[in-house]
């Protein structure tokens, strides 16, 4: 279970989303990725290995070079399915919590 | 990020759980559920009747702006432990969905912190992965949309390919 919750603190950020839209499109190096953003390279490499962790982006060795790719199936998986739903209920509950401290300090 | 609500669905299985950590003491969790006026708040649906006890009932209704109903639901609660446990159904009015048994238990963390535990059983596996997409469909989150952007784009390169 530890990996799907992975996979959603995987996509709950901005830059790994970005990355993931980036390399949707096509096959890159981690070089090439990073040259898309001001993030300093060992960052981009955290995140890389993240995503990879989780089973959202593969690594294939082409050469002497590695390629990221999408791993279209686990994409899939999380965007059409359960994320949407534990989304739902975290607004119910953020509200919830919000709306109970203000009650507490009545 | 750590994410403070967590779902558990094993594929195939015909439940699954939700588990949240609240910055509360157990006594104000609890109170977000027995209380009517603060359930309309957080669940952003007018409760029409909510029984506290057991063999009471529950229903709740929102209706848009112009006054069309466009949720209903309703239960039967089968038991009633303050800050404990509650045990319900929950049943959608006007939907193709069979009706689903909820356990809902609430525990103290710490002085100031509560959990809950959602453990929803569905009529079979089928039904609870209708019932996951039903949000997908009102498309109510952003985060998911650009996810949602990717795939499409992914489904698109693919066709290139193909």
């Given at each position: 279970m530890n990996l799907r919750r992975d996979v959603f603190q995987a996509i709950a950020d901005p830059t790994r989303r970005a990355i993931l839209l980036l390399v949707a499109s096509q096959s890159m190096t981690a070089g090439a990725i990073a040259a898309?953003?001001?993030?300093?390279r060992p960052t981009v490499s955290k995140h890389l290995q993240i995503l990879t962790e989780c089973e959202l982006l593969k690594q294939e060795q082409t050469g002497r070079e590695i390629y990221y790719h999408i791993n279209a199936k686990k994409m899939k998986e999380v965007a059409d399915f359960i994320e949407p739903f534990r989304q739902m209920w975290d607004d119910r509950f953020n509200k919830l919590e919000s709306i109970m401290k203000k009650y507490k300090s009545k | 990020m750590e994410l403070k609500t967590k779902i558990h669905a094993e594929d195939g299985q015909q439940e699954l759980t939700i588990t949240r950590e609240f910055d509360l003491p157990l006594e104000l969790l609890f109170k977000a559920y027995e209380e009517a006026e603060i359930v309309e708040q957080w669940m952003g649906t007018k409760v029409l009747?909510?029984?506290?006890?057991?063999h009471g009932s529950w229903q709740f209704e929102t209706r848009d702006p112009k006054g069309n109903v466009v949720f209903q639901a309703n239960g039967t609660i089968h038991e009633f432990i303050p800050n404990r446990k509650i045990t319900r159904t929950f049943e959608m009015d006007n939907a193709p969905f069979d009706v689903q048994l909820e356990f809902l238990e609430f525990e103290g963390v710490t002085e100031e912190t509560s959990k809950l535990t959602m453990h929803i059983v569905y009529r079979s596996g089928e039904l609870r992965d209708k019932m996951l997409k039903l949000p997908f469909a009102q498309g109510i989150n952003m985060a998911h949309n650009r996810l949602q952007e990717i795939v499409n784009k992914l489904k698109l390169t693919q066709h290139d390919k193909a």
């Open positions: 898309n953003f001001d993030t300093a | 009747k909510l029984e506290n006890r057991k």
